[in-house]
C-alpha cells in the first residue's frame, strides 16, 4: 500500500535534511567525545553531562559551563556567560525568520530548541533556494533531530571512555570542530552583514586575547552579535522588499 504524498513528501524532507547533515555531524563527533571526556574529570557526575547534552544541546555553552563548573563559579556567572556565547542565534535568528515566519507556533519553538551552527547552516543554504514563506518545518526539523541524536551519541561515547582514557581530550581532536566551523562560516559570507560580524568578531577577539577569563572572546561575540544585527535592521529599512538573504 502506497504512503499518502503528503506523508512520502514529508518524510522525504526529514531525510534530505539528516543527509545534508552527514558532514556536520562527523565534524561535531569528536566535539561532543571531548566533552563527555571533559565531564568525567570534573565535579559533575556522568549523568550531569548526558542530561546536559539533552536539555541545552550547545557545545560551545556546555564545555565553558563545565569549566566554570569545576572552576565553583556561582550560578549567575554561569548563566550570564553562556547567555553571551549563544547571542549569536539572535543573529540566525533573524536570518531565518522570514523563512519560518508562517508556521505555527509549535514548529518554531521546535526548530528555535534544535538550531546549532551546523543545523542552521544547512537550513539556510536549503531556504535560500526557495522564496520565503513556501517551505515547511520537516527539511530544518530532519537536520536538527539528526544533529541532535548525533550529540547525544557521541556524548555517552566521551562519557563511557573519558574515564578509562583521561587523556582522550589531549589527542587534538578539537581540531575537527574548528574545520567545520570554518567550513559552516565561509559558504555564508555572501552578505555584508555575515562579512561584518565575522571580521568583527574574529578582530576583537584576537585583539582581545589577553583578557582574563576569556572575557575578550565573550565581548567579541558580543560585538559580532552588534554588527551583524545593526545591519540586518539597516538592509531591511532600506530594501524591506528584497531580504531574502
Keep these: 500500500m502506497k504512503a499518502p504524498p503528503g506523508n512520502s513528501t514529508t518524510l522525504g524532507e526529514l531525510a534530505a535534511g539528516a543527509r545534508d547533515t552527514i558532514p556536520m555531524m562527523v565534524g561535531a563527533a569528536p566535539f561532543g567525545v571531548i566533552f563527555g571526556t571533559l565531564v568525567t574529570a570534573s565535579p559533575l557526575s556522568l549523568w550531569h553531562g548526558q542530561l546536559m547534552s539533552l536539555a541545552v544541546f550547545a557545545g560551545s555553552a556546555q564545555f565553558i559551563a563545565v569549566g566554570l563548573i ?34 505555527p507556533a509549535r514548529w518554531r519553538w521546535t526548530l528555535g530548541a534544535l538550531m546549532t551552527d551546523e543545523v542552521f547552516a544547512v537550513a539556510y543554504a536549503h531556504y535560500q533556494k526557495r522564496p520565503p514563506g513556501e517551505t515547511g518545518p520537516h527539511y530544518f526539523f530532519g537536520s536538527g533531530l539528526a544533529m541532535y ?36 562560516i565561509v559558504p555564508q559570507l555572501v ?4 562579512v561584518a560580524a565575522s571580521l568583527a568578531a574574529g578582530v576583537l577577539s584576537f585583539a582581545w586575547q589577553g583578557w582574563p577569563y576569556k572575557l575578550g572572546l565573550l ?11 545593526l545591519l540586518t535592521m539597516l538592509e531591511g529599512r532600506l530594501h524591506p522588499q528584497e531580504r531574502t538573504q
Excluded at 556567572?77 to 547571542?87: D, F, K, R, S
Excluded at 565581548?219 to 544585527?229: I, Q
Aim: net charge positive; proline share 2%.
Design 149 to 184: 541524536l548525533n550529540w547525544q551519541l557521541w556524548t555517552l561515547v566521551g562519557l563511557v571512555f573519558g574515564a578509562a582514557f583521561p587523556g582522550l581530550q589531549s589527542l587534538g581532536l578539537d581540531f575537527a570542530m574548528v574545520a567545520t566551523f570554518i567550513a559552516i
Design 70 to 103: 569545576a572552576g565553583h563559579a556561582s550560578f549567575a556567572v554561569i548563566w550570564a556567560t553562556t547567555l553571551i556565547v549563544n547571542l549569536r542565534h539572535i543573529l540566525y535568528s533573524a536570518t531565518l525568520a522570514p523563512y519560518v515566519a508562517h508556521l
Design 219 to 229: 565581548a567579541a561575540v558580543v560585538v559580532g552579535v552588534a554588527v551583524g544585527m
Design 191 to 194: 552578505a555584508l552583514r555575515f
